[in-house]
């Protein structure tokens, strides 16, 4: 398996209200999860950087520190890469190696709705708390730090009860409709089991996306 991602300044995330050391752990985190709704073992990456003029060797530190840290959590090797300079906003990219097992996938893109999903706050509830510079606020840390379910895609991926997985990024209803379009299936959503975070609300749960969990 191969992928790559992207993370563009002012996009993806914000340089200011991003801790690099986290910015590392995100860039590797979101990745993983990509190869996780493939049922994939991750094996090696190349980490590609532009950095703009006003980025400090102690940033590039900690978001390489970051970075470092999760592999070594994960067994992830990271085998190269490139640096380059920006004009103005910092873009990281990572590309991934990733072995299967006996996968039995239709579609390379899942997330699952019977996981304990953390789902992320209202957005606004989120942009409020980083702008603010509460950057250590429960949604502040969902949004700045997170989790992969590298063990639990793997696992999925090699039942054969699976045949299609994906994992939650852009929320529940968008996602869960391009793999029933894909699988040329439908769907029913029994929306009474839909966790909701506190504070939030069901079409934020739905749609709010970020929740890196595998729908199957």
Known sequence: LFTADLLT?????????????????????VNLSDVAAMGGRSVATLLSVALPPDVSDEWT???????RD?????GV????????????DLTVNVTFGAQTGSIQVDLAQTNSPDAELIQLPKVTDVITDLL?????????????????????????GERTEVHAMTDLSDGLASDLRHIAEQSHV??????????????SDLVTALTGGEDYKLLF
């Open 9 to 29: 300044e002012g996009i993806h995330f914000l340089r200011n209200t991003t801790p690099p050391y986290e910015l590392g752990r995100k860039a590797l985190a």
């Open 61 to 67: 530190e900690a978001f390489l520190r970051g970075y």
């Open 132 to 156: 603010a510079g509460n950057l250590d606020t429960p949604n502040a840390r969902i949004h700045n730090a997170p989790v992969a379910q590298t063990a639990e895609g793997l696992w999925l």
């Open 70 to 74: 999760l592999s070594a959590e994960e």
């Open 186 to 199: 439908g769907a029913t959503v029994d929306l009474e089991r839909i966790p909701i975070a506190p504070g």
């Open 77 to 88: 090797m990271l085998a190269g890469g490139d640096t380059t300079s920006s004009r103005h």
